[in-house]
């Protein structure tokens, strides 16, 4: 029961993005560590048994220029004070929010990660502060990519002349 004499573990979040967290363990490092027996780690770090990473799931050959272009997520939506408060994952991430029937539609984090595609060789991660500054680089993921996430088997296919919001739709309450 807690409270503990003892604490076990301490977990930190940062709103700022990977640098942040990176930047405080390279200060605490600095600082000559901490007193005690504590020790720290990055999720990156952590080595979670089993854990894919997004990417494997992902199908950016297979979609079509029209398909890409139409996951692209608007410069004007990343332009709105809200954008800075939504989920941004990326293909060597582990976790992604939960993707629900209004992904695509409603853009809240709570409705689905969208997916930053850093160009190739770049060492940046994204920039929540100035989200429009990665557009065309960020989409939403596929129908097909959130089935693939779900653990449907790889034959499965919706019907092609199906609207994208419907499979979303779709997809989304395959978990409700």
């Not at 600082?31 to 780690?41: K, L, P, V």
């Not at 494997?56 to 709105?80: I, M, N, T, W, Y």
Request: aromatic share 8%; charged share 20%; with cysteine.
């Amino acid at each position: 029961p807690l409270p503990r004499a003892a604490h076990d573990t301490v977990i930190l979040t940062f709103d700022g993005g990977r640098t942040a967290g990176a930047a405080l363990l390279e200060e605490i490092a600095r600082a000559g560590g901490t007193e005690g027996s504590a020790t720290w780690s990055s999720t990156e770090d952590c080595g979670v048994p089993g854990a894919r990473r997004l990417g494997g799931f992902l199908e950016q050959d297979a979609l079509s220029e029209e398909e890409l272009a139409e996951l692209q997520v608007p410069r004007e939506v990343l332009e709105k004070p809200f954008a800075h408060g939504l989920s941004y994952v990326e293909p060597n991430d582990t976790q992604s929010f939960c993707f629900t029937g209004h992904y695509g539609k409603v853009l809240h984090k709570s409705s689905g990660s969208l997916l930053h595609l850093p160009p190739s060789g770049s060492t940046c991660g994204f920039n929540k502060s100035d989200p429009a500054a990665h557009h065309g680089a960020v989409r939403f993921f596929s129908p097909k990519e959130i089935l693939n996430l779900l653990g449907f088997p790889a034959s499965f296919i919706m019907p092609p002349a199906m609207e994208l919001r419907h499979r979303y739709k779709a997809v989304g309450n395959s978990i409700a």
